[in-house]
């Protein structure tokens, strides 16, 4: 079955980096993903990272990707307080499009 | 990006009553939507696949019945929660698929349902 892990809250300081981790246990996943949700909003997608890769950068955020221990990261660099939010990983065979699995989301706090 | 609004953001009722939320992608068209529910501090679980034209998917244990999806236009979803009770009081959040210069999936902004 499919099951995505996630850590539950991480707490930095602003301006320090985040590293935010996901494990996922179905390797037939083709595209892995890292949206972000506000309090009582809906999903942002931040990035994505197709399985064939190991590292994708879009300005202040890297994912990695380690397909052989199935474990797969959001660093965001310089963070600032409005990135406090709950992001969650997620996970699907074939394109964007496709159903999605979700981890069980982390919630990220920036203190000053 | 694509935008996908859904309607009401927020609905109260009593137990026993149906209520129905919209899903609408606003500058696309979407044959495939989708519908999830989040409580509290959780993740999203996806509860059904919504076809336009053709009958909804439904994930294992979710109640067809219960939760009535309708996917009549390519740019509009309905769930309906039918004779809703207070343990159905969770947070609704649609998205849209947009294959339209790619294949990506849209979120709608969610609704908040509170059964009384």
């Known amino acids: 079955g499919e099951d995505v892990e996630q850590s539950l809250f991480l707490s930095v300081r602003e301006g320090d980096s985040s590293v935010i981790n996901c494990t996922y246990t179905?390797?037939?996943?083709?595209?892995l993903y890292w949206y972000k949700q506000e309090p009582g909003a809906g999903l942002q997608l931040l990035t994505y990272i197709f399985s064939n890769m190991d590292m994708k950068q879009d300005q202040r955020l890297t994912v990695l990707l380690n397909k052989k221990d199935k474990h797969l990261s959001l660093r965001i660099a310089d963070t600032q307080t409005g990135d406090s939010a709950i992001y969650f990983c997620a996970e699907s065979f074939g394109g964007g499009g496709n159903k999605l699995t979700f981890g069980t989301g982390t919630q990220l706090k920036v203190e000053l | 990006g694509a935008v996908v609004s859904q309607h009401p953001s927020r609905v109260i009722c009593k137990s026993g009553t149906s209520v129905k939320i919209e899903c609408r992608s606003l500058?696309?068209?979407?044959?495939?939507m989708f519908w999830y529910r989040q409580f509290p501090k959780q993740s999203l679980m996806l509860m059904a696949t919504s076809n336009e034209g053709s009958k909804a998917t439904y994930e294992q244990g979710v109640e067809k019945d219960k939760f009535l999806i309708n996917h009549a236009s390519l740019t509009l979803s309905t769930l309906t929660v039918t004779s809703a009770h207070p343990e159905d009081s969770s947070f609704y959040i649609c998205s849209a698929r947009d294959m339209s210069g790619g294949d990506t999936q849209y979120f709608g902004p969610g609704t908040r349902l509170t059964v009384l």
């Open positions: 500058d696309f068209q979407a044959t495939t």
């Open positions: 179905d390797s037939s996943s083709t595209y």
